[in-house]
């Protein structure tokens, strides 16, 4: 069996690559969502988008799922005091989400212009909505989260949803809709027909630039406009999850320490420059089977950067830093994340290669002649 040290570290990285996949597989469907009222001027162009993630957004939610119970069994404390600190920002995304596949199953149910139009915009509303609070649960994240433990462990969270709306973690949010819009409009320009995949890939192009201008800003706000955190004295990383048990400091420009001492980490933010560039010159040559995945290395290195940043960090405490919870100090059990280890490398090949399989089933594009030839309660 793994040691202790190995494990939380193995199950550190598989918390980002679980946030990777959710992003570059669910990350296209909200972002077709949010582009669908400007790159369909017709309802059959509409229908030509929605079609595009309607056999498969469901199945990109597997990623959702895994990440959510991937937090709860492997990082418990982690668990509770993100979902009970951002219980009313989670509230809404849930809210969005719901909103989708009631628009997906009723768009279709009644073909007159308005009531097409109204789901339409709720399809907005469900693609932008979680792309910004996952953002600005980032910002937060980065600037530390205000709660505390007492001596026996029970938590405290004091802060509010308008508190979490500051101007960095918004700025952070619109990094994310950025990206998400330029991801959506790649897969729109590579599985859609003409005139919807056109207006998209101009669309993700424009989306591509804005997301790498604000990547840079916000980079240069981390590292002089923001307080980073440093574990000070010894953490034992074999050690039992208390947190408590360290002392933590606040310190200018701590989030760029990581990339000083280890500069292969410098891949992560480099990523993301070639990913938007590489996507939006790819996407004006007329070549999006090279532009989508170019796109999801850049929503990879996006938050491989946040998460080499903080590392050892996984939520910092910006009300009481030792309660800061890090790799070291917040996971489960030794046998706990053993076993799902173990789980988890005989099912997610498994999930990996029916993704895979049901993708190419769906190759190809969706035209007008396409949604033209089939039934109007499809989609």
Request: hydrophobic share 55%; aromatic share 12%.
């Amino acid at each position: 069996m793994l040691d202790y040290e190995t494990l939380r570290l193995i199950w550190w990285a598989l918390l980002g690559i679980l946030l990777i996949g959710f992003a570059v597989t669910d990350g296209f469907d909200l972002g077709t969502a949010a582009l669908l009222p400007f790159v369909g001027r017709t309802d059959d162009e509409r229908r030509v988008a929605i079609n595009t993630v309607g056999p498969v957004w469901e199945g990109n939610q597997v990623w959702f799922v895994l990440g959510g119970g991937a937090i709860f069994a492997a990082w418990p404390p982690l668990y509770a005091v993100a979902f009970s600190g951002f219980y009313l920002a989670m509230f809404l995304v849930l809210c969005a989400l719901i909103l989708r596949p009631v628009a997906f199953k009723f768009r279709s149910k009644v073909a007159h212009p308005t009531w097409r139009r109204t789901w339409d915009w709720a399809l907005f509303v469900g693609g932008v909505v979680p792309a910004l609070v996952f953002g600005v649960a980032f910002g937060n994240v980065l600037q530390g989260v205000p709660f505390r433990f007492d001596e026996t462990l029970r938590m405290t969270y004091e802060g509010t949803l308008l508190g979490l709306l500051n101007p960095f973690a918004l700025l952070c949010g619109l990094v994310s809709v950025a990206m998400l819009v330029m991801h959506g409009g790649a897969y729109l320009a590579l599985k859609a027909g003409e005139p919807v995949a056109s207006r998209a890939a101009l669309f993700a192009r424009r989306a591509a630039l804005v997301t790498l201008v604000l990547f840079i800003v916000a980079g240069i706000w981390v590292a002089v406009g923001i307080d980073g955190y440093v574990v000070v004295g010894p953490l034992a990383h074999d050690g039992p999850s208390n947190p408590l048990m360290k002392h933590v400091v606040r310190a200018s420009g701590a989030w760029m320490a990581n990339y000083r001492e280890q500069p292969w980490t410098v891949a992560a933010p480099l990523l993301v420059w070639a990913g938007t560039l590489g996507a939006a010159a790819l996407l004006r040559a007329g070549r999006p089977g090279l532009a989508f995945p170019a796109s999801g290395l850049a929503l990879a290195g996006v938050i491989a950067t946040a998460g080499l940043a903080v590392f050892p960090f996984l939520l910092p405490s910006s009300l009481a830093p030792d309660a800061g919870l890090t790799v070291w100090d917040a996971s489960s059990s030794h046998l706990t994340l053993a076993i799902m280890l173990g789980a988890t490398a005989v099912f997610l090949p498994i999930i990996l290669a029916y993704t895979a399989w049901v993708y190419r089933v769906l190759r190809g594009r969706v035209t007008l002649a396409h949604v033209a030839g089939n039934p109007p309660g499809i989609y």
